[in-house]
């Protein structure tokens, strides 16, 4: 057994996987039901007509509750104005968070075109962080409890060291462990990159970025859509806890169930949110076409959905019309009571309150 001191580097980290019983009749209980309802998101995704589209808004929630975990707060309201245009009244929270979306969209082409590696990570950590800085060099990285500020963990240090273990993991994924569910192989590999601990800062969203890119991977989903975060952000207290549980004493299998719950829960809730945000572009094609008439367009929907406020420049960017008709459509569903007009410094923004409710806690 490795010996652990929370106040030490932990150095003897062992590789995965654990010696334990991955087929224990509560684990594959667990893992059935989370495999089916993943499976149903996955066949959801692939009938989508636009997938791109209408996932939107979920992954930027998702961005929004990863980030929260780590105390980086935004509001939607905040979010909602920043993803349509960045300006220098947005804070350094709401940045981040949109940073973090970017990192994930920009994770699955790594993904894509070169592999799910130790550079992929790196690359994320530094999408996220904005920053150029690598593998963590110095020692002195540690994990504190945010309420005692006392220390709680201490990864290993070196980055030899480092990026030796990151290999192992590296190895680890891409290695077919017959008869290794893959649900509890992702949290292996989530639990296993947190206490590896790459990076001075960035990991828990990174490790987060990573689960739904194994998923997308492993082609247990066709793109990575899983609203994981939510739960986290709900549980968040077991969380710590149970990733602790298994440095200290070796105890798996609350970990697995727990991650195992997180994906069967929210499997459920993002093709619950999926489905809601079809009904609504449904409802929207028919409600807007009904305001605009032949000035209708398709494009102007899509707009609708993707983004949860809209303004007049967003709609002449995308070439739906120019400043002074992009005006008129805007006001026009505004007197339809299908979006409302709310003022923000010089700017005045439609809010398209179905879609905010869909995504309001
Ligand atoms: N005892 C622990 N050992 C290893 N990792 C942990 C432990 N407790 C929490 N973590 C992970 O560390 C993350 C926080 O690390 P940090 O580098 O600050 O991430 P971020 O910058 O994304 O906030 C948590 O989200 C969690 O994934
Ligand atoms: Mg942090």
Sequence with gaps: MPSFDRLKPFNSL???PPKINFESPDLLKNSIKAQRLLGELKGSCLRLPDPKLLINTI????????????NIVTTQDELYRAVIQIDDRVSPA?????????????GVEMVEHKGLTTNTLVSIMQKIKNTTQEIRKGAGTRLLNPNTNEIIYTPPEGDDLIRKKLFALEKFIHADYKGLDELIKMSLVHYQFEA???????NGRTGRILNVLFLVHQKLLSIPVLYLSSFIVKNKSDYYRFIRNVTQKQEWKPWIMYMQNAVAETAELTLHKIEEVMR????????????LKNTYSSELVDLMIKFPYLKINLLERNDIAKRQTASVYLQKLAKAKLLEPMRFGKEIYYINHRLVNLFAR
């Design 14 to 16: 062992p590789d995965l």
């Design 59 to 70: 992954m930027l929630q998702e961005s929004k509750d990863s980030s929260a975990i780590e």
């Design 94 to 106: 709401t940045k981040e968070v949109l940073r973090y979306r970017e990192a994930l969209y920009h």
């Design 196 to 202: 590896i601990h790459p990076f001075a800062d960035g």
């Design 280 to 291: 609504l572009k449904e409802h929207l094609a028919k409600t807007v076409k009904e305001v």
